[in-house]
């Protein structure tokens, strides 16, 4: 069975740093978009970012940019979300999804679902 | 961005009954619509890619149908394991948009 694993998640006061990791047990992880979609609290969805299969296309929700950077290591099976100067509406159980084979301007959606990482921004 | 608007919010109904959850899209979205369920403390899962085609494992009593601004998501007969949040997305443009998320519950 197909497996997505988030980690890195945690408590971080506003205006700090953390990254996400998420590992994926596929065997074709390289030809896959990747994508994080995060969920506040007892809310719902919101897309965040998308990564193609060798990192050279990337796509951005408004309220992260220049703040949020997507990125993979395909050697490693691995997808990265390094979240700069963190607010306190960023809290929210951050999930790491694969998407499709290709996806047309960036636009996607999404197959396969990790557990969820919970990113707490607090004072 | 595309607005995606949900009806209703919250739907209780008995097992063996049909359900239908409907989903507007604030623009035309050339059938690129979604469907995810979300069970209590899990993450999503897909259930019916491009309004109409049911992802392989989902169950064949789950359908979707749906055009130009207007989709719904259809549960022939509800079962006990069907209580979940439902949520439709939308992919033809960016942002990527979901719905606010339909809350089923067993009456």
């Known amino acids: 069975e197909v497996q997505l694993v988030e980690s890195g998640g945690g408590l971080v006061q506003p205006g700090g740093s953390l990254r996400l990791s998420c590992g994926d047990s596929a065997l074709s992880f390289s030809s896959y978009w990747m994508s994080w979609v995060r969920q506040p609290p007892g809310k719902g969805l919101e897309w965040v970012a998308n990564?193609?299969?060798?990192?050279?296309?990337?796509y951005y929700v408004d309220s992260v940019k220049g703040r949020f950077t997507i990125s993979r290591d395909n050697a490693k099976k691995s997808v990265y979300l390094q979240m700069n100067n963190l607010r306190v509406e960023d809290t929210a159980v951050y999930y790491c999804?694969?998407?499709?084979?290709?996806?047309?301007?960036?636009?996607?959606?999404?197959?396969?679902w990790g557990q969820g990482t919970l990113v707490t921004v607090s004072s | 961005d595309i607005q995606m608007t949900q009806s209703p919010s919250s739907l209780s109904a008995s097992v063996g009954d049909r359900v239908t959850i409907t989903c507007q899209a604030s623009?035309?979205?050339?059938?690129?619509l979604n469907w995810y369920q979300q069970k209590p403390g899990k993450a999503p899962k897909l259930l019916i890619y491009?309004?109409?085609n049911l992802e392989p494992g989902v169950p064949s009593r789950f359908s979707g149908s749906g055009s130009w601004t207007h989709f719904t998501l259809t549960i022939s007969s509800l079962q006990p394991e069907d209580i979940a949040v439902y949520y439709c997305q939308q992919y033809d443009n960016l942002p990527l948009t979901f719905g606010q998320g339909t809350r089923l519950e067993i009456k």
């Open positions: 990564i193609n299969h060798d990192g050279s296309d990337k």
């Open positions: 999804a694969r998407a499709l084979l290709y996806c047309s301007g960036g636009t996607c959606y999404f197959r396969s």
């Open positions: 491009d309004t109409s």
């Open positions: 623009q035309d979205i050339n059938k690129y």
